[in-house]
């Protein structure tokens, strides 16, 4: 995933409790598709223990599914770029070079303050004038570290093409 030549200046994941939030998101719209087709179906179609099955089962494939999902994810900060990996149908890897970086937004949704963790934003010029980063570093325990190391790199790299005359 790293370059040659690249030194390791931080790596990590996200927190194990973010499972829990890819679980509880998933299932609130589980639950509100199992309560459209109750509403619109015959109540006689659900009666007693069934119910427990069509909504447990698939709560407990979510959480599955989502700690596997968990295991795949991998940030990493270089000298020289952002580095995210992860996925199981869908694998994305993106790489941003620090001197593209124009705004690191931290950001808490109420399931993050109740858990503990942050998010940390990587967005570029080059998004699309979209509000989404280029790259998110979800559930981190500790993000004043990593923001810190992205503001120190994103100085120097500018320093640095302003020496160099590149950019």
Known sequence: MVSSGEKTLWEGKPSKKIIWKWTIL???????????FFFLSSPLLFGGSPV????ILPVLAFAGWNYFLWKTYEYRLTDKNAYFKGGILLKKQSIVPFFKI???PNTQDVLDQVLGFTTVGIQTAGTGGQPFPE?????????????????????????????????
């Open 102 to 104: 124009t705004n690191i």
């Open 26 to 36: 998933k299932s609130f719209v589980l639950l509100a598709i199992f309560a459209v």
């Open 135 to 167: 790259v998110s570093f979800e559930g981190l325990v500790e993000p004043d570290a990593v923001t810190e190391i992205l503001k120190s790199q994103i100085e120097k790299s500018r320093k640095s093409s302003v020496r160099t005359g590149s950019e």
């Open 52 to 55: 427990l099955l069509i909504v």
